[in-house]
């Protein structure tokens, strides 16, 4: 087991996930194999786990560009990972299940507005000056 604590956290979670998602394919498959329904378990927490490996991956490559070294573009790189993903695994959903009517554009449309305001506070507002921030939180310049 590696000593990094987030690596060795990413590949807890990776045990867990595959113990979980082998025993939900193993109860579906024996008791309604003519209805496969753990791919959209294993397609949702697999979102999940992919975000949790890019995190790692960018935090560890070495490069220099804000992406890789500042936090909030990091976090906002990883919320549009995620947005993206879940949002083709709905889309998918609703068109096989439900294809009269889209469902789907609910979420995309409002977490959509999440995610523009997130770019906004990340790539356009400028940070507050240090004795802004200071005032703000109590401390003193």
């Known amino acids: 087991m590696p000593q990094d604590r987030a ?8 045990g867990i996930f595959v113990v979980v998602v082998g025993l939900l394919a193993a109860i579906n498959l024996y008791r309604r194999p ?16 992919a975000a949790h490996d890019l995190a790692l991956l960018l935090q560890r490559t070495g490069r220099s560009e804000a992406i890789f ?11 549009l990972f995620v947005y993206v993903a879940v949002n083709a ?16 554009l609910f979420p995309l449309i409002g977490w959509g507005l999440l995610v523009f305001a997130h770019a906004y506070f ?10 802004r921030r200071a005032a703000r939180t109590g401390a003193k310049s």
Do not use: C, E, Q
Not at 69 to 79: E, I, K, P, Q, S
């Open 7 to 14: 690596m060795r956290g990413f590949i807890i979670h990776l």
């Open 34 to 49: 003519d209805h496969i329904w753990f791919i959209w378990v294993l397609a949702g927490w697999g979102i999940g786990l």
């Open 69 to 79: 070294t500042d936090a909030r573009v990091r976090g906002f790189f990883l919320h």
């Open 89 to 104: 695994l709905l889309i998918i959903v609703n068109l096989l299940y439900m294809p009269n009517y889209y469902w789907f």
């Open 122 to 131: 990340v790539f356009f507002r400028k940070r507050g000056s240090a004795s």
